[in-house]
């Protein structure tokens, strides 16, 4: 496959997935973008529109595109105002699937954050079991961390995050949605690698924007322009 028929929808200005049209109406599929995955994945996407047919999935999937509806107030004139924050969101889905048991593997540089969210998911009807980053206290020298790339300096005892003890511990605990808060990049990649509970994100790291990494994008041509790198055409808007 070439680089042009690559999937690239972020690379799209048409929305064809997603048109303007009435529902009685058909999406129009003759002018696709030559990087549209409709146009060269139509074999996988039949593929993965079939696993909705399992019950299960497709009942989550409902109940997700309920929860998807239920975050916008619908205002005269076709406007909408977006209504619920993602706490309760969270909240409001895990109802919805009737969920009991939740469990909430979080960093521990977050701990005031996790023990927040802990008692408002508490006081809202849910168990909630959760796991700190450093879990096992294990030496990070253990992984080939020299003793110059401590954190806290080389004289000092430092935990290696455990995000695989995270997950295994949240399976052992057959938590009905497993909720992760404030890993960093590539330990939340090994927690989804190895979490077999149903998963969601609460917040991401980024110490730097408060835990928003979309800050960095909403100033990318000012605060941040230097990611862009020198002499980058600028994209144009995708609506």
């Known amino acids: 496959m070439t680089a042009k028929s690559s999937p690239n929808c972020a690379l799209c200005v048409k929305g064809d997935c ?5 529902a009685n109406e058909t999406p129009p599929k003759d002018k696709l973008p030559a990087f549209c995955p409709m146009r060269h994945k139509t ?11 399992n019950p299960e999935v497709k009942e989550f999937a409902r109940q997700a595109s309920k929860q998807e509806f239920e975050g916008y107030e619908q205002l005269p004139g076709g406007l909408r105002k ?6 309760l969101e969270l909240i409001q889905f895990a109802h919805k699937c009737d969920y009991k048991k939740l469990g909430l593997a979080f960093c521990v540089g977050l701990q005031n954050e996790a023990r927040t969210l802990t008692e408002i998911l508490g006081n809202n009807g849910f168990e909630v079991v959760s796991v700190c980053c ?5 030496a990070k020298e253990s992984i080939g961390i020299k003793p110059e790339e401590k954190i806290g300096g080389a004289e000092n005892w430092e935990s290696m995050c455990n995000p695989i ?6 399976n052992s605990e057959k938590v009905d949605l497993a909720v992760m808060l404030g890993l960093c990049v590539g330990h939340d990649t090994l927690f989804i690698r190895y979490c077999q509970r149903p998963m969601t ?13 979309l800050a960095t994008l909403y100033t990318s041509s000012t605060y941040y322009a230097y990611l862009m790198g020198k002499g980058k055409k600028k994209l144009p808007p995708p609506f």
């Not at 997603?18 to 009435?22: M, N, S």
């Not at 003890?165 to 949240?170: F, K, P, T, V």
């Open 134 to 138: 450093k879990v096992g206290a294990i």
């Open 82 to 87: 977006p209504k619920n924050p993602r706490i």
């Open 43 to 53: 074999e996988v996407i039949e593929k993965a529109v079939a696993e909705y047919d």
């Open 18 to 22: 997603h048109p303007p049209i009435k």
């Open 165 to 170: 003890a995270q997950a295994e511990i949240l």
């Open 201 to 213: 994100v609460i917040a991401v790291k980024d110490r730097v924007t408060s835990h928003n990494p």
